[in-house]
T-cell receptor
Framework: KQEVTQIPAALSVPEGENLVLNCSFTDSAIYNLQWFRQDPGKGLTSLLLIQSSQREQTSGRLNASLDKSSGRSTLYIAASQPGDSATYLCALMKVTFGTGTKLQVIP | EPEVTQTPSHQVTQMGQEVILRCVPISNHLYFYWYRQILGQKVEFLVSFYNNEISEKSEIFDDQFSVERPDGSNFTLKIRSTKLEDSAMYFC????????????FGSGTRLTVV
């Protein structure tokens, strides 16, 4: 059974700081990995999708990497802003979500 | 940008009542999914649906749950006899294909069972 863990569970950083969120998984037989953000009481917004044959994807200030052999993915956020405050979830297809990292960016 | 639409955004129902949660997936998508998130907990997979039948379901998706695509646009989740522990946010998602591309999620229906 696929287990997906995200560390840290919560993170508080001052505005402007670069940060890394971690996602680890136990079964490397995945189709792809997707990073989402979830604002309180809201739905899931897709940030980045990394297909199993890829090693990283970039979108604006976000960069996600995937290392299937070690069962890890990281989400790098550059120059964090208060609007980045949300819970970040990694999800492995097939269908297993991580535990989430709640990020607070302090202005 | 195409969206997955879910209605209602919030539903309150009495224990033992039947509820139907509705979703309109993106029109050219072929795979449909339901997830739920109990307050403060992980997002959990319930069921996937393709070609008018369930392709995969989790242990959570017991006989109280059913899904249907009654017409060409809607995808519904029915809970026959709601329990207090069914209170959660329910998310619908769709994708063009299985696994190769990402999922698009709706904004969710908050179900409160009283």
């Amino acid at each position: 059974k696929q287990e997906v863990t995200q560390i840290p569970a919560a993170l508080s950083v001052p505005e402007g700081e670069n940060l890394v969120l971690n996602c680890s998984f136990t079964d490397s037989a995945i189709y792809n990995l997707q990073w989402f953000r979830q604002d309180p009481g809201k739905g899931l917004t897709s940030l980045l999708l990394i297909q199993s044959s890829q090693r990283e994807q970039t979108s604006g200030r976000l960069n996600a990497s995937l290392d299937k052999s070690s069962g890890r993915s990281t989400l790098y956020i550059a120059a964090s802003q208060p609007g980045d405050s949300a819970t970040y979830l990694c999800a492995l297809m097939k269908v297993t979500f991580g535990t989430g990292t709640k990020l607070q960016v302090i202005p | 940008e195409p969206e997955v639409t879910q209605t209602p955004s919030h539903q309150v129902t009495q224990m033992g009542q039947e509820v139907i949660l509705r979703c309109v997936p993106i029109s050219n998508h072929l795979y449909f999914y339901w997830y739920r998130q109990i307050l403060g907990q992980k997002v959990e997979f319930l069921v996937s649906f393709y070609n008018n039948e369930i392709s995969e379901k989790s242990e959570i998706f017991d006989d109280q749950f059913s899904v249907e695509r009654p017409d060409g646009s809607n995808f519904t989740l029915k809970i026959r006899s709601t329990k207090l522990e069914d209170s959660a946010m329910y998310f619908c998602a769709s994708s063009e294909s299985k696994g190769a591309v990402g999922y698009t999620f709706g904004s969710g229906t908050r179900l409160t069972v009283v």
